[in-house]
């Protein structure tokens, strides 16, 4: 009790003869459980180690301190990442999860990211067409509430004529809030220098919904682009490129609260066309359609492939040094420097746009993509009022009438990938797969309440109520299974 009190008035503890004795006999018996438990790990590895050499397998270093523990299990992690090496040579060396450390200084960091893009121009234009397609961007900044109407109103003193095209930035601002009713959003045009301040002109925009029954299809069909169905509207009504402004996915960006975070979630819900007349309506009056002809060519590039590597981190800019410094920083960069290799002109382009390829959450990309500090920068906004923003952007989808001379530019941009970015980033560009439907019988409401409340199995879904007799979809534009 003496010693209780010593204790609590922060004075040293006084042992007698016989405490200490029995403290030494404690101490000793806790070291000698130390040292066996250690003698029969150094054993089982030495056995471990001989099994290994018996079998002819290489030696393996196992950890023995806490930090290569924590290492290891670092680089375990990062094995859960898809390094998108089927797609890119990152080359000898190079680790999508150690990538070289970030310059802070502000000013060093501006000098590096300069001379790596300098590089980067510089092996591009060997390739570059005859004649240069110059590229600007526009942003506008508006709400998700009044976007559609805005960036019509905005197109009216535009020339369609030297619009690449028009799009929703794949960005969310507002971060503190899921639903997008009149959150910030930016639209943006790409464009011809002397596009923008012509004479007021009628913008007609052609709506059609992923959820919509437009083509007729079966399981096992190749699935159609959202950019497949509304180029059989624009050929269905003869719309000729000068006249269009840009098509695009119609996507919406929403989160779900989750303990003290949000999750983000893309959507797209179907595909816009901005353009002097409406298509869709003919086309939907005549729908489904067997056939889907568009008067395009479609080409997809891979952005996020590149940004795993070059720009991991959702909430800011790419890393510099850049991991991968052959590759571009950006998803700006990189289409500037398709239609540079193709030569695509703008009048005709029906559209070039950033958007996402999947529907769904937003998962990190590597482990490049954690920070030290987790503050989420306010980034510069078409407004001029520095926000916080979620990147989604995955693909870039250009969509334009063909000719023999970009036929030749894509094959100098495939010469490009392969000797200078080392990479296949147009992968997607033929891709659809095909539709898969369960058309399994479904379960009883009864045994679906049974299987909600069975311990056996625990992670059963709740019972559906809505729709629950409905068909089973077909997927976007194609209804319900007959």
């Known amino acids: 009790m003496r010693n209780l009190f010593r204790a609590l008035r922060g004075k040293p503890v006084e042992l007698s003869p016989k405490q200490h004795e029995k ?48 290492q290891q299990a670092k680089t375990e992690l990062g094995g859960t990442f898809d390094d998108r090496r089927d797609v890119l040579d990152p080359g000898p060396g190079a680790d999508l999860n150690r990538p070289p450390a ?12 300069a001379t790596e893009r300098a590089h980067r121009d510089q092996a591009r234009a060997p390739y570059s067409a005859p004649k240069l397609p110059q590229l600007r961007f526009t942003r506008v900044g508006t709400n998700a509430t009044d976007q559609l109407a805005h960036i019509s109103a905005v197109l009216r003193t535009v020339d369609p004529a ?32 002397d596009a923008l301040q012509n004479a007021p002109a009628p913008v007609a925009m052609s709506a059609l919904s992923r959820g919509t029954h437009l083509v007729l299809r079966a399981p096992g069909d190749l699935a159609p682009l959202d950019e497949d169905v509304m180029g059989a509207a624009i050929a269905q009504a003869d719309l000729q490129p000068e006249d269009c402004f840009g098509l695009t996915r119609a996507l919406t960006i929403r989160g779900t609260e989750a303990s003290d975070d949000v999750s983000w979630n893309a959507h ?5 066309l901005f353009a002097r007349t409406d298509v869709a309506r003919a086309f939907t ?13 479609l080409e997809l590039l891979d952005w996020e492939a590149v940004a795993a590597w070059n720009a991991p981190w959702r909430f800011g800019g790419p890393r510099t040094p850049a991991p991968l410094p052959h590759l571009p920083s950006s998803w700006q960069e990189l289409l500037v420097a398709h239609l540079e290799i193709v030569g695509i002109a703008p009048h005709d382009c029906y559209g070039v746009q950033v958007t996402r390829t999947r529907t769904g ?22 407004d001029g009022t520095p926000r916080p923003r979620v990147q989604t952007a995955q693909t870039l989808v250009l969509a334009y009438r063909d000719r023999p001379e970009y036929a030749e ?18 992968h997607r560009t033929n ?11 479904r379960p009883s409401f009864a045994e679906e309440v049974f299987d909600l409340f069975n311990p056996l199995d625990p992670i059963s879904p709740l019972p559906q109520i809505r729709n629950r007799n409905a068909r089973p979809s077909l997927g976007p534009y194609c209804g319900e299974l007959p």
């Not at 970030?102 to 990211?113: P, T």
């Not at 639903?179 to 959003?185: I, L, N, T």
């Not at 000797?419 to 147009?426: N, S």
């Open 23 to 70: 403290m030494a006999k404690a101490q000793a018996r806790a070291d000698q459980m130390i040292a066996e438990a250690e003698a029969r790990g150094r054993k089982a590895q030495e056995d471990y180690a001989a099994f290994r050499q018996q079998e002819g397998l290489p030696d393996q270093q196992l950890p023995t301190t806490l930090g290569e523990l924590f």
């Open 102 to 113: 970030e310059i802070e200084d502000e000013r060093e960091r501006a000098h590096i990211a």
């Open 162 to 193: 030297r619009v690449f095209g028009v799009y929703r930035v794949p960005d969310r601002f507002d971060l503190s809030r899921g639903s997008e009713k009149d959150a910030y959003v930016e639209w943006e045009i790409a464009h011809a220098p």
């Open 268 to 272: 797209i819900e179907g595909t816009l």
């Open 285 to 297: 009056e005549t729908a489904p359609h067997t056939t889907l002809n568009a008067p395009f060519h």
């Open 361 to 382: 959450g937003l998962a990190d990309l590597s482990l490049a993509s954690f920070r030290k500090n987790f503050t989420r920068p306010k980034l510069p906004c078409a």
């Open 409 to 426: 530019g894509r094959a100098r941009w495939s010469v490009y990938q392969r000797d200078v970015l080392r990479a296949r980033l147009d």
């Open 431 to 441: 891709e659809r797969e095909p539709i898969v439907v369960d058309d399994r019988p």
